[in-house]
């Protein structure tokens, strides 16, 4: 017998809110350097690309949601923690505690302006 396929292929994005629309824009496009391929035109929204993930940003309010910070982290992939978080110090970004060396990977928390909780993240072991 054949597995059919997955109902599921993939994530299309995850959403993030925010209070201050352009601040949360600033913080994502120019702080973190992520492209910008979509502003949700007189709405207060915008998507960032990862790479592989769409961050969607919106003024929560706006839309008529309640703004809830998000409480767990969404890893970012670097290619260097301690060098990304260099740079994101160096543009006043403040990290909750000191890298985490996890035995596979290095992990970094901080939060975006709204509190929304992020992590640099580099799995540097081979996985199984």
Known sequence: ??????LVSGVD????GTKDFEAAVQFYGTVL????????????GAEFETGNLTLQVM???AFGLE????P??????????????????SQGVAFRAD???SGVCHMAF??????NALMLHHRYAPRP
């Open 110 to 115: 901080f939060e975006d302006p709204d509190g």
């Open 72 to 89: 767990n982290p969404i890893a970012l992939h670097v290619d260097d923690v301690e060098a990304a978080r260099a740079e994101l110090e």
């Open 99 to 101: 890298t985490i060396d």
């Open 33 to 44: 350097g992520l492209p910008c391929t979509s502003r949700y035109g007189e709405h207060p």
């Open 1 to 6: 017998m054949t597995n059919p396929a997955p």
């Open 13 to 16: 994005f995850v959403h993030l």
């Open 59 to 61: 003024e929560s309010e």
């Open 67 to 70: 703004f809830h910070q998000a």
